[in-house]
């Protein structure tokens, strides 16, 4: 069970570390893994409803985290498809204030609706003390006042939140991307063109979580800009010079805190530093 879970998740993040979310690739990449992400949800759905779970905490982690990690990213991408192809052709500043009214929008959709909900909170403190009543099978309570779709619900294959979860995850990305996106009409103008240094040369090469170990030691150290510039800022720098989607930083950065070493990437461009001193007195 577990290894098929296991590798969802890397053809998942196989072919996230392949795509590029570029203006020109956005709408073909999107629509792709709109494509891929539905085809895993239904493999998973099949390996569920066919082989259950080992015991509950099996069942808490599959729908607190991989189920709400794949269904969101299908929700993003499938929401990143509809966006790009409905933008207006001209991307000056027809562009701009049509990237601005999404954004906009969105937020205030999280303030009126979002922001306020008590699972939302409780999601966000990474509390788990009501897993059992979030993410297994068989507890949804009618009582709560739930949203409609819960009686639409397969309740073989879903706890109604893990899906909450999902549309979490799905507004987190995409306030990300529309904010790269915003940010890209200033930035991109103001920048040398990189195309003359050659586009493999400026390929960032390591792991998109290397980068991003890189991203918030340069926030933390305040090594740009005095430390004004915040970490969206550092980001979107970054996903442009290296044409790169890093996603949500944020959740990407939290999940660190929890590995067994918090920073090897940064431990180990210390080490190749030293060992290239040493070798190179």
Do not use: C
């Amino acid at each position: 069970m577990k290894t098929f879970f296991r590798n969802i998740y890397l053809r998942i993040k196989k072919e996230e570390d392949k795509i590029s979310l570029t203006p020109e690739q956005v709408v073909v990449e999107s629509r792709r893994m709109t494509l891929l992400l539905n085809e895993l949800l239904q493999k998973l759905k099949e390996h569920v409803i066919k082989y259950g779970f080992e015991d509950p905490e099996d069942e808490i982690e599959f729908f607190r985290t991989l189920k709400p990690m794949v269904t969101g990213k299908l929700l993003y991408y499938n929401k990143l498809f509809r966006i790009e192809t409905g933008r207006p052709i001209e991307m000056g500043n027809v562009g701009k204030k049509y990237f601005k009214s999404r954004l906009s929008k969105l937020e205030s959709y999280y303030t009126k609706n979002i922001s306020v909900s008590d699972f939302y909170r409780y999601y966000r403190s990474g509390r788990s003390d009501k897993d059992r009543s979030y993410f297994v099978r068989g507890q949804i309570d009618l009582h709560e006042g739930l949203r409609s779709r819960v009686f639409e619900t397969d309740i073989r294959f879903s706890t109604y939140y893990d899906y909450e979860v999902a549309r979490i995850i799905e507004r987190d990305l995409l306030y990300e991307y529309l904010h790269f996106r915003i940010e890209g009409f200033r930035e991109r103008s103001e920048m040398p063109d990189l195309r003359s240094f050659g586009k493999e040369k400026m390929l960032w090469t390591e792991s998109k979580n290397a980068l991003i170990e890189l991203i918030y030691a340069l926030h933390v150290s305040e090594s740009i800009g005095y430390g004004k510039l915040g970490i969206r800022q550092i980001t979107s720098l970054f996903q442009i010079l290296f044409d790169i989607q890093l996603g949500d930083v944020h959740h990407a950065f939290h999940r660190m805190k929890y590995r067994r070493n918090e920073s090897p990437y940064l431990d180990r461009l210390k080490s190749s530093l030293e060992s290239y001193m040493a070798q190179n007195p």
